[in-house]
């Protein structure tokens, strides 16, 4: 099992930042590919970014690309989102996941899912 914790959310003007931080517990994190989604309101959740296990590669969603960077440090079982120059259409409430299986952009093969933090943007 690995636990998983989002912060990092929070209200920000549009082209500002923010920085997600997912914090895993149980499981040794290396072992699980962790990614991030999001779920608008009133939409469905969607793919955002996934890292592998060893951080060596990441695959990002079209809408984020050259905007978002996704990163992990394994000694301190965290995975971070670093989001640049964000849009209104960014707001959303984003999730941290995990995987052990081989996992990309589907979230039903991420068996590890956080709570969520919310991220605003606003015009």
């Known amino acids: 099992q690995v636990q998983l914790v989002e912060s990092g959310g929070g209200l920000v003007q549009a082209g500002g930042s923010l920085r997600l931080s997912c914090a895993a517990s149980?499981?040794?994190?290396?072992?699980?590919?962790m990614g991030w989604f999001r779920q608008a309101p009133g939409k469905e959740r969607e793919f955002v970014a996934t890292?592998?296990?060893?951080?060596?590669?990441?695959v990002y969603a079209d809408s984020v690309r050259g905007r978002f960077t996704i990163s992990r440090d394994n000694t301190k079982n965290t995975v971070i989102l670093q989001m640049n120059s964000l849009k209104p259409e960014d707001t959303a409430t984003y999730y941290c996941?995990?995987?052990?299986?081989?996992?990309?952009?589907?979230?039903?093969?991420?068996?590890?899912w956080g709570q969520g933090t919310l991220v605003t943007v606003s015009e």
């Open positions: 149980g499981r040794t994190s290396s072992s699980v590919t």
């Open positions: 890292i592998w296990r060893s951080g060596s590669n990441a």
């Open positions: 996941a995990g995987s052990s299986r081989w996992a990309q952009t589907d979230g039903t093969q991420f068996e590890y």
